[in-house]
């Protein structure tokens, strides 16, 4: 049962350009779990089915090793403080052991529920982790571990041969899994906290993969035809099946704040390839392929979402980091302007994500060079000048960019300043 804390092997529109741009991170293996955080750091296990490297990568600063020991060493999630969770293998024994990794602290080993296995799956940014431990018995139970009160044992009833997996945990500390019923075959949802208790989540067969601050679950379970499709489930409105990309099955992954969803699904093709999906409550579930330009002849893997929107995508061809593109458009007050005259240039930025975080830089250009800068609110950017002289000019506006977003630049206005 270990392998599912890091490879669950379910069966699981718009059309136009592409609204994402992809960037390759170098040298990552294919087919591996993944994660991202909101500076867009993602988790690389780096290596071979035997023996992987655990990295965090970014755009900006590359690589980091996080400097495991252990021949099995894997990442399962990263938090926004860019704490990495997983299981490896601390003495080199064989046996996999949950660990919590810190940028400053470096690593911590988690212990288990006292049979000695154990591995972390899910983590937030006040250091409460989630996953799976044996027992001492052995038998598979669901955990929540915190540097306050250690390893917590969700599913302390649990006698089942299947087990119990811990998968996520939002900000609140409420963690979601599914877990074998006692003598029943097929799994079942759960949400966890400390206030209910376990509660279940969906009908048997339904796996709880992630959840949201805004505790909305996603994952796979059944539907009326008995196929496993994605779902998503909220307190107020329950199940909700968010369909497949054309063929019978699909799974979801990852879900962020803005309520984007993420996961695999197969299609109508006749190559039977999973492809990696986008549901948003606007556009329903739309195929990557379509609507970032990921190769449609790409085995899709694993896929997470941040809350910026920007999307790891782990496929049979490596890993792969889809980022909202941003659009600039400028516009101008007084077009002819009189020299001498104020002149307002208004620069508004806009994606598929929405508008970047405020606070952010907008940088204007007459004729090629920088005559001024404002920042961003609420994607709109404005600069005021009365200093530009007689004449016929081409004025644009450059997005500077951050952590998740690449740099961009507006189509060029014509401004005309007559004497």
């Known amino acids: 049962m270990m392998a599912m804390v890091f490879a669950l092997s379910f069966s699981v529109i718009a059309t136009g350009a592409s609204q994402f741009s992809l960037k390759k991170v170098p040298g990552s293996s294919g087919d591996t779990v993944t994660a991202i955080n909101n500076s ?103 955990f929540l571990w915190t540097q306050a009160g250690g390893m917590q044992d969700l599913t302390p009833a649990l ?28 799994p079942v949802g759960f949400t966890w906290t400390e206030a209910g208790g376990l509660q279940n989540l969906g009908p048997a067969g339904t796996v709880a993969l992630a959840v949201n601050d805004a505790r909305m679950v996603v994952g796979q379970s059944p539907n009326a035809g008995g196929y496993s499709h994605a779902f998503s489930w909220t307190e107020n409105g329950g199940m909700m099946d968010l369909g497949t990309l054309g063929g019978t099955e699909s799974t ?28 948003t409550p606007a556009g329903g579930m739309q195929d990557l392929a379509t609507i970032a330009g990921v190769p449609s002849g790409q085995q899709a893997y694993w896929v997470k979402v941040n809350d910026y929107g920007v999307i790891a995508l782990s496929t049979n061809a490596g890993l792969q980091i889809l980022i909202p593109k941003m659009t600039v458009t400028v516009t101008s007050s007084a077009n002819p302007a009189v020299a001498g005259e104020p002149i307002t240039f208004t620069a508004t930025v806009t994606s598929l994500a929405g508008a970047p975080p405020d606070g952010e830089t907008m940088e204007f250009m007459l004729a090629g060079k920088t005559m001024g800068s404002a920042t961003l609110s609420n994607g709109v950017a404005q600069f005021t000048t009365s200093t530009i002289p007689a004449g016929t000019y081409l004025v644009a506006a450059t997005y500077q960019g951050d952590d998740n977003y690449l740099a961009s630049t507006s189509a060029s206005l014509k401004q005309v300043v007559n004497p």
């Open 40 to 142: 867009s750091q993602v988790v690389v296990n780096k290596g071979t089915s035997t023996s992987y490297d655990v990295l965090v990568w970014s755009r900006k600063n590359g690589f980091q090793d996080l400097g495991l020991t252990g021949m099995n060493s894997g990442g399962a999630a990263i938090d926004n403080l860019g704490d990495v969770v997983g299981a490896g293998d601390p003495d080199n024994s064989g046996v996999l052991q949950a660990f919590l990794w810190q940028p400053t602290g470096g690593v911590e080993w988690l212990g288990s529920l006292g049979g000695g296995l154990s591995g972390a799956s899910g983590v937030n940014a006040s250091g409460a982790v989630v996953g799976l431990s044996y027992t001492a018995v052995p038998l598979q139970h669901a």
């Open 159 to 186: 006698t089942s041969i299947g087990g119990a997996t811990a998968t996520a945990v939002n900000a609140a500390n409420e963690v979601v899994g599914y877990y074998f019923p006692n003598g029943s075959g097929n």
């Open 252 to 279: 979801a992954l990852g879900v962020n704040n803005l309520g984007w969803v993420v996961g695999t699904s197969l299609t109508n093709s006749k190559l039977d390839l999973l492809h990696a999906f986008l549901w």
